[in-house]
């Protein structure tokens, strides 16, 4: 049955014909997920250390077994209320490439729900209209029997801001414009 | 850095742009929580030291919390989310597996530079 498999590269995105493995894990009642390919570790969220001056979305640094990786506010990325902290949070340890250089990183997520594998043509389009989040950071939706699971694109929901329209000096805050 | 002296409270009553004086030298200092928009954790006085830098021929006193120490450390680069943010240089593993940011002391003493025009009293 899988002879729409032509060729070897798994290409993460959710076009293709086949089947993907994601990491679903939730932010409030959401169902988020990213290809399992780009997830390097799942960790219980360790110390984070504040960056001051640091673009919002991506406000501290954490220590990934020796490695100093950026923690990404994804909560903040997609437009989400922040969260505290419970037993079940996890710290996702993300891959990605920004430019041609591959980039480590951290989010934070309420819970990990697991790795499931879907069908690829199982994806729809989210309607830009009616999703609260950025329409550039999600691929889009996967009807489970769970509930609606919302496929992010890991490039360009965690780009660095410098990449994007960032203007040096702008990221520092002045009196009053912390949030 | 050159050497560390408890903070006196009354320095620190002039507010921003305060000097002290080490040995019959004058030394600019900067409150390092005010300039980086957070709160201190010790009123002045209370422990609060000056850390006096170099940074080229300048000298500087920076007003923090505690020093915890001093230690040889790898310095690793700060990844392209944290590059921009003006006044690090880098950041390292402490011992106890925390991640400590690394001051870059010339870049700091041009913030506090630039900063010191426009008179910035926090209320």
Known sequence: ?179 | VEECVEHVADDAAAGEGTMIELRGRLVGVVDLARLFGLAPEAAPGEGRRVVVVRAGARRLGLVVDDVLGQRQTVVKTLSAFHRDVPGFSGATILGDGRVALILDVAALAALAAERRPHGAHAA
Request: hydrophobic letters at 45%; a negative charge; charged letters at 20%.
């Open chain 1, 1 to 179: 049955m899988s002879a729409a498999r032509a060729t070897g590269d798994a290409a993460p995105t959710p076009s293709a014909f086949g089947t993907m493995t994601l990491l679903v894990f939730r932010l409030d009642a959401r169902s988020l997920a990213l290809p399992v390919e780009r997830v390097h570790a799942l960790l219980d969220p360790p110390p984070a250390t504040a960056v001051p001056g640091a673009p919002a979305i991506a406000p501290a640094l954490v220590n990934v077994r020796g490695t100093i990786v950026p923690l990404v506010d994804l909560r903040r990325r997609l437009g989400l209320a922040p969260a505290v902290r419970s037993a079940e949070s996890r710290l996702v340890v993300v891959e990605t490439a920004a430019g041609d250089e591959t980039l480590r990183l951290a989010m934070e997520a309420d819970a990990v729900e697991g790795v499931v594998e879907a069908d690829r043509a199982g994806v729809v389009a989210v309607p830009e209209i009616g999703s609260r989040c950025p329409p550039e950071a999600i691929a889009g939706a996967l009807a489970r029997p769970s509930g609606l699971v919302l496929l992010l694109d890991p490039e360009s929901v965690f780009a660095p801001p410098s990449t994007v329209a960032g203007t040096p000096g702008t990221f520092f805050p002045r009196e009053g414009t912390r949030p």
